[in-house]
Nanobody, 128 residues
Framework: QVQLVESGGGLVQAGGSLRLSCAAS????????MGWFRQAPGKEREFVAA????????YYADSVKGRFTISSDNAKNTVFLQMNSLAPEDTALYYC?????????????????????WGQGTQVTVSS
């Protein structure tokens, strides 16, 4: 069984930064793709970023390119999301997820249904 636990959310002013972490346990993630998604109240859960744990390639939603950076520490089974220049529209519950069906990022990484494991989420609130 795989467990994903997110942390690092909080309240920040517009223009500020936060770093989210996702700690994984239970399996070897060497050939997985790890993704971050977010869901704002009344909206669909949307893709944010993904990283291949085999070659460290990354993929981002257009809305966060240049502001967010996804990275991983495979030795610690941890994935990070560095979020800079935060704006009120970034306010959401942020989820970490693992796709065991692919080792490469791409369009597949943007689809919720391709992820097998999900964390409980961490809240990010950006005030104006």
């Amino acid at each position: 069984q795989v467990q994903l636990v997110e942390s690092g959310g909080g309240l920040v002013q517009a223009g500020g930064s936060l770093r989210l972490s996702c700690a994984a346990s239970g399996r070897t993630f060497r050939y997985y793709v790890m993704g971050w998604f977010r869901q704002a109240p009344g909206k669909e859960r949307e893709f944010v970023a993904a990283i291949s744990l085999s070659d460290y390639s990354t993929y981002y939603a257009d809305s966060v390119k240049g502001r967010f950076t996804i990275s991983s520490d495979n030795a610690k089974n941890t994935v990070f999301l560095q979020m800079n220049s935060l704006a009120p529209e970034d306010t959401a519950l942020y989820y970490c997820a693992a796709d065991r069906g692919s080792s490469r990022v791409g369009i597949r990484s943007t689809k919720r249904e391709n992820y097998d494991y999900w964390g409980q989420g961490t809240q990010v609130t950006v005030s104006s």
